[in-house]
């Protein structure tokens, strides 16, 4: 066991590969990654697949949307290839790494891009999550699968009823470490410690580590390496962040109004409880509004339609607790509203790391009411900055003023305003934040919604 306090020291130094050839990645990866269409490794890709393919133990601190999923599933693919076989015998396929993710959207959005990057090397994988039946899972364990992508508790499932075995894992990966080690899912993560072989390679990535996770990961990680591309806890510098002070009764029209005025064609919008984001979501639906809710109450069925919904550009504000504010990977997203600031200040990052992804720019509103103050200086405190808190204009009859539907085909044709995009994901057990909204959206793609984002008709007046 290794105290973090022991660890070398964090790699700013570190020289940055250009591209990704000077990684030493193996040419059918380089040939994925081309496909993907990166031409450059980001920060975090460039200073820890070296580690990675160095052997090394990692705790890496990047901000979300800036490619952490690549830089640990990049060199791990590289370090499996070895293994690749076109054998159907299950024996010949382990499970030899298992990557942990605190909810289903970000395991899925995690496995599908382990697809993509593996998708010249004949390596098995799968993903398990609660929530869906075990049937399926069951199946595509049974053949054997090299790397498995996992939430907690279902993969407890599968190994009890010894579906699947971990006696041979070689390598662990957390994403989004810091939830992974929270009170509320580490007896699991303990247990599944115990089903893996003690010499390993383990990778923990997060936006945001507190010093009680940086303690408590010294316990199973070996003489780690610090990787730290931004400075803690922060957010993208892409994402401009602003709030209003708006009493509770008034946050439906404004933030109808601020959709409107920005020209926002998608949105997040976060609340702290189910109770408000299903009372927003049917608030908005009864304005004409495409609006779509995702909390951990919702049926797995209903959360993956309501965020393919979004990713596809048919959902215009996706009304979500913090189960969505990790790791969702909605490419392009323009912006992430907090109707509610979070209770956990470190949840403000994760939510506002829905947009602003991978260099392009976001907004990230926060509507404070009256109740509110505390939590706003709990966020300012974590994020080491006051908020630019703004005065919100004049609220109008919104409603008097949305358009009508014939309208909307001469909307289409005017200037589009300058239009972000993101991503979004969401949790399974206890209710998290982060994730991209949008990964299916491509820029340009999408149809112009509907009522938000049309210019005010004139006044006649
Ligand atoms: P992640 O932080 O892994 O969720 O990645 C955020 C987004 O960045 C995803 O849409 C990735 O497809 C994209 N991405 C990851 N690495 C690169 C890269 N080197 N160049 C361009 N885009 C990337």
Request: with cysteine.
């Amino acid at each position: 066991m290794t105290e973090l306090a022991a660890a070398p020291a964090s790699t700013p130094a570190l020289e940055q590969a250009t591209c990704f050839a000077d990684l030493h990645l193996a040419p059918e990866i380089l040939a994925a990654i081309d496909a993907m269409g990166y031409s450059t490794p980001t920060p975090i890709q460039s200073q820890a697949i070296p580690l990675v393919l160095a052997g090394r133990d990692l705790l890496a601190q990047a901000q979300t949307g800036t490619g952490k999923t690549a830089a640990f599933a990049l060199p791990l693919l590289h370090r499996l290839r070895g293994f690749a076989n076109t054998s159907t015998s299950p024996a010949r396929h382990p499970v030899r790494a298992l990557v942990l993710a605190p909810t289903r959207e970000l395991a899925i959005q995690v496995h599908e891009s382990v697809v993509d990057y593996g998708q010249r090397l004949p390596l098995k994988s799968a993903v398990v999550y609660g929530g869906a039946g075990m049937k399926e899972q069951t199946e595509s364990l049974r053949q054997g699968v090299e790397i498995l992508v996992a939430t907690p508790g279902r993969l407890l499932d599968h190994a009890g009823s010894k579906v699947v075995n971990l006696s041979q894992v070689q390598f662990l990966v957390l994403d989004e470490a810091d939830r992974m080690l929270d009170m509320g899912f580490l007896p699991d993560l303990k247990r599944i410690l115990d089903l893996l072989p003690k010499v390993r390679q383990t990778l923990l990535f997060s936006a945001t580590f507190s010093d009680d996770i940086l303690r408590l990961s010294g316990q199973f990680l070996h003489e780690p390496q610090k990787v730290e591309v931004a400075r803690r806890n922060t957010a993208a510098e892409t994402v401009e962040q602003v709030g209003y002070r708006v009493p509770e009764a008034e946050k439906l029209d404004a933030l109808l109004r601020i959709v409107k005025l920005r020209g926002l064609t998608q949105a997040i919008v976060f609340t702290r409880t189910k109770l408000t984001a299903d009372k927003l979501g049917r608030q908005l639906q009864k304005r004409g509004v495409s609006a779509a809710i995702i909390h951990g109450d919702k049926a797995q069925v209903e959360r993956i339609t309501a965020l393919e919904g979004f990713k596809k550009g048919s959902i215009q504000l996706l009304v979500a607790t913090d189960i969505a504010a990790r790791g969702l990977d909605v490419v392009d997203l323009p912006a992430v509203f907090n109707y509610e600031l979070p209770y956990h200040a470190e949840d403000y990052v994760h939510r506002i790391g829905r947009t602003g992804r991978a260099g392009a720019s976001g907004l990230a509103v926060s509507l404070i009411g009256q109740e509110e103050e505390k939590l706003l200086a709990g966020v300012e405190r974590f994020i080491q900055r006051s908020l630019l808190i703004e005065t919100l204009p004049e609220v109008v009859n919104l409603r008097a003023r949305e358009p009508k539907c014939e309208q909307r085909s001469e909307a289409r044709s005017a200037p589009p305003m300058p239009v972000p995009a993101s991503n979004l994901m969401d949790s399974s057990a206890p209710e998290q934040p982060d994730a991209p909204l949008n990964p299916g959206y491509k820029r340009g793609q999408k149809a112009m919604p509907c009522a938000l984002f049309m210019p005010a008709p004139r006044s006649t007046s």
